[in-house]
């Protein structure tokens, strides 16, 4: 290795200052140079460019705004489809947990028997449907 080369900022509080080199010689006596014109094209900081650019950004919205408003529709109308499928003696499950066979239907009111034993009968809206046990 004939030339070893340091690279270092010079400390002045006197205007912008730049990375200037030292060549060092072997008397590890160090050679400094500064730049002629601290205005010239070394003194020019480039523009920093963005991570991604505009155009990128407006389809990437568009496929997340998609996936935010497509997923609870989608759910939604498979609670739909559940809700009108159930009929009497189907076996389900309450979103609280509670399994039960229908006994009747009116309305959005769906009326369970729960125990066979005691008869025991609770009424639940629709929407408090979990799944159908008996399709599984």
Same mark, same amino acid.
């Given at each position: 290795?004939?030339?070893?080369? &340091?690279?270092?900022?010079?400390?002045?509080?006197?205007?912008?200052?730049?990375?200037? *080199?030292?060549?060092? @010689?072997?008397?590890?006596?160090? %050679? @400094?140079?500064?730049?002629?014109?601290?205005?010239?094209?070394?003194?020019?900081?480039?523009?920093?460019?963005?991570? &991604?650019?505009?155009? !990128?950004? !407006?389809?990437?919205?568009? #496929?997340? %705004?998609?996936?935010?408003? +497509? $997923?609870? =529709?989608? =759910?939604?109308?498979? +609670?739909? =489809?559940? %809700?009108?499928?159930?009929?009497?003696?189907? +076996? #389900?499950?309450? &979103? $609280?947990?509670?399994?039960? @066979?229908? %006994?009747?239907?009116? $309305?959005?009111?769906?009326?369970?028997? #729960?125990?066979?034993?005691?008869? @025991?009968? !609770?009424?639940?809206?629709? *929407?408090?449907?979990?799944?159908? &046990?008996?399709?599984?």
């Amino acid at each position: 290795m004939d030339n070893i080369w &340091i690279l270092a900022q010079a400390e002045s509080n006197q205007g912008p200052t730049g990375i200037t *080199s030292e060549q060092v @010689t072997e008397e590890n006596e160090a %050679v @400094t140079t500064v730049p002629s014109d601290p205005n010239g094209p070394a003194a020019q900081k480039p523009k920093p460019k963005p991570l &991604i650019p505009f155009w !990128i950004l !407006i389809p990437l919205m568009l #496929v997340m %705004v998609f996936m935010l408003f +497509r $997923g609870p =529709q989608k =759910q939604k109308q498979q +609670r739909k =489809q559940l %809700v009108q499928s159930l009929k009497k003696n189907d +076996r #389900v499950q309450t &979103i $609280g947990g509670i399994i039960g @066979t229908i %006994v009747d239907i009116k $309305g959005d009111e769906i009326t369970l028997k #729960v125990d066979e034993s005691n008869n @025991t009968k !609770i009424k639940i809206v629709s *929407s408090a449907i979990g799944k159908n &046990i008996s399709k599984d």
